[in-house]
């Protein structure tokens, strides 16, 4: 069941976004040759707290970390350790928090230092198709126009879109109904309505867009042809009018910290 939300729950969302969205901008900052993800992960933990939040990630479904850290290859849901990341790596970092029962998500991939055309193509393609998803996020249109939009576009410039793992309702909890795929299917296709709450999230891939599960720690998602991967994702609110995004910083918001 699809479950709309009241006006004063977007606002605690939109809270919790700025949040999220605060936590990523420094995490973007410290992204450089020689650092962790181990040190990302802790200053992620730490920052969310200052917020008088909490990481969304870390315990859900035992996934032991508070930020997805996911690099080159790695599509989704990396776990942070001792890698050290060097000069022409991409991170993929996924971060949500819980503030106030309420869930944001979001995602940047991030290069370090310089990466090569191709891999900038893919970050840049991959970020228009997010805005190109939220753009058909409004009320009247159908699930699929989201995700036809970021299909074609993907596609028209040479990439593939992830087929295994998609897009969310998001609220209360961390997935909620309906799924938001970045392909177009056949199957449940239910009409955008105002107060609905998703995470729109392409993920895509230089080659094919099949993937599979590390099975080391059942968590980290790669691709099947080991080519690079990006991945980008808003929490977005549609409304009566234009769809808004929530996980987008704004200071004003932020408690604590």
């Not at 609905?196 to 867009?209: C, D, K, L, W």
């Amino acid at each position: 069941m699809i479950v709309l939300k009241s006006a004063s729950e977007i606002a605690i969302m939109r809270i919790a976004g700025s949040i999220a969205a605060a936590v990523l901008s420094e995490l973007k900052q410290m992204i450089r040759p020689g650092i962790t993800l181990k040190e990302l992960d802790r200053r992620a933990e730490e920052l969310t707290k200052s917020y008088e939040a909490l990481p969304a990630f870390k315990g859900y479904n035992g996934f032991p970390a508070s930020v997805c850290a996911s690099v080159n290859e790695e599509v989704v849901h990396g776990i942070p350790g001792s890698r050290v990341l060097k000069t022409g790596d991409i991170v993929g970092l996924d971060f949500g928090v819980i503030y106030n029962g309420f869930y944001s998500d979001s995602a940047v991939t991030v290069p370090v230092g310089k990466v090569s055309p191709e891999v900038q193509t893919l970050l840049e393609v991959t970020e228009q198709a997010l805005f190109k998803g939220i753009a058909k996020a409004r009320a009247g249109n159908r699930l699929y126009d989201i995700s036809d939009a970021i299909q074609r576009f993907v596609e028209y410039h040479g990439f593939s879109v992830v087929r295994d793992f998609v897009g969310h309702g998001i609220g209360r909890k961390m997935h909620e109904a309906p799924q938001v795929p970045n392909f177009v299917g056949n199957d449940y296709n239910p009409r955008l309505k105002a107060g609905m709450t998703i995470a729109i999230e392409p993920m895509v891939n230089i080659g094919t867009y099949e993937v599979d599960v590390d099975p080391n720690d059942n968590w980290t998602v790669f691709t099947a042809d080991h080519q690079y991967s990006a991945h980008f994702e808003h929490t977005v609110a549609i409304t009566g009018g234009e769809p808004e995004i929530l996980t987008v910083l704004r200071p004003e918001l932020l408690p604590g910290g």
